[in-house]
Nanobody
Framework: QVQLVESGGGLVQPGGSLRLSCADS????????MGWYRQAPGKQRELVAD???????NYADSVKGRFTVSRDNAKNTVYLQMNNLKPEDTAVYYC??????????WGQGTQVTVSS
């Protein structure tokens, strides 16, 4: 069962923008933190950005100033606005959610390709 549904990935030129969205299907209770990880071929999965229920954000150094994470708590939806994209941003992006009880959920992944 897919409990976090992602959308918004695609192919974009360097310097372009994409906006990723991820929504709970409605079955996850008490989500505390929502965020985004990414994994490029041959590399470890890394945290890109996350945001708490209260709105506190955290970003990887590599995306600070370019990406913005936000969420709509009422909709259990998290967004990742990605600006000034670089080829090194190319990866599969995975949404995640962590509940108040420490349980972690993952989205199916969406491909982001930055290429000229």
């Amino acid at each position: 069962q897919v409990q976090l549904v992602e959308s918004g990935g695609g192919l974009v030129q360097p310097g372009g923008s994409l906006r990723l969205s991820c929504a709970d299907s409605g079955s996850i209770f008490s989500i505390n933190v929502m965020g985004w990880y990414r994994q490029a071929p041959g590399k470890q999965r890394e945290l890109v950005a996350d945001i708490t229920r209260g709105g506190t954000t955290n970003y990887a150094d590599s995306v600070k100033g370019r990406f913005t994470v936000s969420r709509d708590n009422a909709k259990n939806t998290v967004y990742l606005q990605m600006n000034n994209l670089k080829p090194e941003d190319t990866a599969v992006y995975y949404c995640n959610a962590i509940t108040d009880f420490g349980r972690r959920y993952w989205g199916q992944g969406t491909q982001v390709t930055v290429s000229s």
